[in-house]
């Protein structure tokens, strides 16, 4: 036998032109990293357009291709490993808080709605004096107006003996008058 030597040109790479459609490479967008079906299962979880979300196993199977004869035990655990990556936790908690966040903002807004109506009617002198009374207590009430308790915050570290030598002066000045 002969030693051959390889007349092929010896190559080497100098830059990756694809490394920006790498998927080693973390995506700066909440989500952006995730499968389409990883995203369904989240969307599901959540819950879209204000509806309640299913639970995690009907959420699996929604998404994925799951068989009809697969244990429930084995789903719930491929529901529940699903839900604990990191990626997936993150994004159900950002998709979480945008719906909480969207929640307050149409209870404002209701809260807004209904105090305008109020203030119209309470002004309308064309309906009866008790509607327009009726309107300025509840505008009263919302902004606290009509409020009998007294709330005191003590914020005071005190001791139990404290406590104790203030609760027998008030018991005191109470029984002396």
């Known amino acids: ?13 100098v830059s ?10 973390k995506s700066n967008v909440i989500g952006g990293d995730l499968t389409e079906q990883m995203r369904g299962f989240c969307f599901d979880v959540v819950g ?9 196993i009907e959420a699996y199977r929604n998404n994925y291709n799951v068989s009809k ?6 789903l719930r655990m491929l529901a529940s490993r699903l839900r604990a990556k990191d990626n ?13 966040s969207l929640h307050r903002m149409n209870e404002v807004k ?3 709605v209904i105090l305008e109506k109020i203030e119209k009617m309470a002004d309308d002198i064309n309906v009866t004096d008790a509607v327009r009374l009726k309107g300025l207590e509840l505008l ?14 003590d914020k005071r570290d005190r001791t139990s003996n404290e406590i104790e030598t203030d609760l ?5 000045s109470i029984i002396s008058k």
């Open 48 to 56: 879209k357009n204000g509806e309640k979300g299913l639970s995690l």
């Open 16 to 25: 990756d032109n694809d490394s920006r459609n790498s998927k080693s490479k």
């Open 110 to 112: 209701r809260t807004d």
């Open 88 to 100: 997936i936790r993150i994004f159900i908690d950002h998709l979480l808080e945008q719906k909480m």
């Open 168 to 172: 027998l002066t008030k018991l005191n």
């Open 1 to 13: 036998m002969t030693d051959k030597k390889d007349d092929k040109p010896n190559l080497k790479l």
């Open 140 to 153: 009263g009430k919302h902004h606290g107006l009509f409020t009998d308790v007294l709330k005191v915050d």
């Open 69 to 74: 004869d697969i244990k429930p035990n084995t």
